[in-house]
T-cell receptor, first 110, second 112 residues
Framework: TQLLEQSPQFLSIQEGENLTVYCNSS?????LQWYRQEPGEGPVLLVT?????EVKKLKRLTFQFGDARKDSSLHITAAQPGDTGLYLC??????????FGTGTRLTIIP | NAGVTQTPKFQVLKTGQSMTLQCAQD?????MYWYRQDPGMGLRLIYY???????DKGEVPNGYNVSRLNKREFSLRLESAAPSQTSVYFC???????????FGNGTRLTVT
């Protein structure tokens, strides 16, 4: 059973467009992280959100943690080809175990 | 600073063969993890070790064993490989609760 569902699974858009990726669960998480993964490499952390309702910005990327700490979204403004990759959310229950979402494969077309 | 190093990068096994995937980190992290990644399923936790001398099962432990050899090294063993274990395996470490997972570059395993 996958605790974290991401949508969409695949997304292909033109450079310059905006997009939002969603990460949803019925479980409450103590924190939630977003990672990006390039082909042939391991995932790399983008951000950690801890407080319900928290919003964090990383240049053109905006991350939000749901008020109930069960869901999160990633919004990219003016997407660029360098944003292409696999985006993974991961929720923590307790301090040690991270459960990953199903992933969103994003392709930005120049 | 190498971070997390996994060996081998690629491996092909026949059904029933055994092998050990090696992982070492040089960041003095307490926690180490083994995940497998399959298309459309994200990363699934196989085993983890919160500290030297302890190991715990994750979501999909069946068919695997682990050893936390010391603080640096955490190995994953397949005693009798099955085609369902064809996957990309990632090792990761974490320095503090709530901190980032630092991943290796993965081992691509094919079982025929």
């Amino acid at each position: 059973t996958q605790l974290l569902e991401q949508s969409p699974q695949f997304l292909s858009i033109q450079e310059g467009e905006n997009l939002t990726v969603y990460c949803n669960s019925s479980s409450v998480f103590s924190s939630l992280q977003w990672y990006r993964q390039e082909p042939g490499e391991g995932p790399v952390l983008l951000v950690t959100v801890v407080t319900g309702g928290e919003v964090k910005k990383l240049k053109r990327l905006t991350f939000q943690f749901g008020d109930a700490r069960k869901d999160s979204s990633l919004h990219i403004t003016a997407a660029q080809p360098g944003d292409t990759g696999l985006y993974l959310c991961a929720g923590a229950i307790g301090n040690e175990k991270l459960t990953f979402g199903t992933g969103t494969r994003l392709t930005i077309i120049p | 600073n190498a971070g997390v190093t996994q060996t081998p990068k690629f491996q092909v096994l026949k059904t029933g063969q055994s092998m050990t995937l090696q992982c070492a980190q040089d960041m003095n992290h307490n926690s180490m993890y083994w995940y497998r990644q399959d298309p459309g399923m994200g990363l699934r936790l196989i085993y983890y070790s919160a500290s030297e001398g302890t190991t715990d099962k994750g979501e999909v432990p069946n068919g695997y064993n682990v050893s936390r050899l010391n603080k640096r090294e955490f190995s994953l063993r397949l005693e009798s490989a099955a085609p369902s274990q064809t996957s990309v395996y990632f090792c990761a470490s974490k320095g503090r609760p709530g901190g980032a997972l630092h991943f290796g570059n993965g081992t691509r395993l094919t079982v025929t």
